[in-house]
């Protein structure tokens, strides 16, 4: 089996967590680590080094290294608004690519890098976008349960995902020091485009169905250090008719997943606690154990609790190399034995454009339609 030689690229902020993917898979050799900080780079190559059975990665802090003739396959971690002219330049130089979502800062660089991965695939070349929460089997048994009609007919879907980020780049930037996070123009926007992607694609993913059209509101209500906005909501109409609610913040903290249908509803809430109710009966799958035991009775009154299965759903590290769903592993996997990759750049580009409607609705205050 050939191993494949990889450049990581940019060895900071998340791609810390899954650098023990590449160091643990047998068949995954990262020969360089780039990074316009050398510490990085160096500490990153120090982390791949511990595994004695290959070698030590070299450390450089231009991509250019990336495009040596011993390197197979580029992993792309770095700021939005590069990933257009260093994906490009892994294609001309006929290297396969891995790109850290999103796509990138606007939607005219998405859709060129995704004309060019559609090209390169001609060439043999194969791109996949890397989106952490399809490492959770979670979703994967969400997805099962809606296709077997466990929750009926979807009406709503909640997401919020919100962390204090945003408060810290502000700080940092009001103190003098420089942040692409703050930089309206290199992010592409605040919270929304770097968080609510994740929810985008996988409402769509779980129901195989489009975003017809968006209404939101954003602003920056506690970080004048960055240009973009440290909170937002946006309600999403689908192709079903289903609508999705999606809260998106760097100005606060917590984290709910929900779905609601005619037959049984879930909450997951906090990457732990997991609530279901459903009339479809039990169902078992990667994660989820569910008795089929419903009451399926509304609250008495508005603020009354509904009796729901509760249990403790873990979501792995990111840099749980075994778990068969982490994304780091299953690109590699795909590679190696020439299936398509799990998550492809086009479909990060349709995240994109529901991205620029929620956008659009909030600066114009009308809804947008994608249709």
Not at 191 to 218: E, G, N, P, S
Request: charged fraction near 20%.
């Amino acid at each position: 089996m050939n191993k494949q030689r990889i450049a990581f690229v940019g060895c900071g902020g998340v791609a810390d967590h899954y650098l023990s993917v590449y160091r643990e898979i047998d068949f995954a050799e990262v020969r360089v680590c780039i990074d316009s900080d050398p510490g990085r780079a160096e500490q990153a190559a120090f982390t791949l080094a511990a595994n004695l059975g290959k070698p030590q990665p070299r450390i450089a802090a231009d991509f250019s290294a990336a495009l040596d003739d011993d390197i197979d396959l580029v992993v792309i971690n770095t700021p939005n608004h590069l990933h257009r002219e260093q994906t490009l330049a892994a294609f001309d130089a006929g290297k396969h690519v891995l790109l850290q979502k999103p796509v990138a800062a606007n939607l005219a660089d998405a859709e060129a890098i995704a004309h060019a991965a559609e090209a390169a695939k001609l060439r043999g070349t194969v791109s996949g976008l890397y989106l952490s929460y399809f490492d959770q089997p979670l979703m994967h048994d969400l997805r099962m349960m809606i296709r077997a009609g466990w929750f009926g007919d979807i009406a709503h879907l909640y997401a919020r995902l919100m962390h204090r980020g945003g408060l810290a780049v502000s700080r940092q930037v009001l103190s003098g020091q420089a942040n692409w996070r703050a930089s309206l123009a290199q992010t592409g926007g605040g919270c929304f485009i770097q968080l609510a992607v994740h929810y985008i694609h996988l409402f769509k993913w779980m129901m195989d169905a489009r975003v017809v059209r968006v209404t939101a509101m954003a602003k920056n209500l506690n970080c004048p250090g960055i240009e973009g906005e440290d909170l937002a909501c946006a309600i999403l109409e689908f192709s079903s008719g289903a609508l999705a609610t999606l809260d998106m913040a760097w100005n606060t903290a917590g984290e709910q997943l929900s779905i609601h249908g005619t037959r049984g509803g879930m909450e997951y809430i906090g990457n732990r606690t997991l609530m279901l109710d459903s009339s479809a009966g039990e169902f078992a799958g990667h994660v989820i154990r569910y008795s089929g035991e419903s009451s399926q009775t509304t609250p008495g009154a508005p603020g009354a609790s509904a009796t729901q299965q509760v249990s403790t759903v873990t979501a792995p590290s990111l840099g749980d190399w075994q778990n068969p769903f982490n994304q780091h592993r299953i690109f590699l996997e795909a590679l190696r034995d020439h299936h398509e990759p799990f998550v492809s750049i086009a479909a990060g580009v349709d995240d994109l454009r529901v991205v620029a409607a929620v956008y659009e609705s909030a600066r114009t205050g009308q809804a947008i339609s994608l249709e």
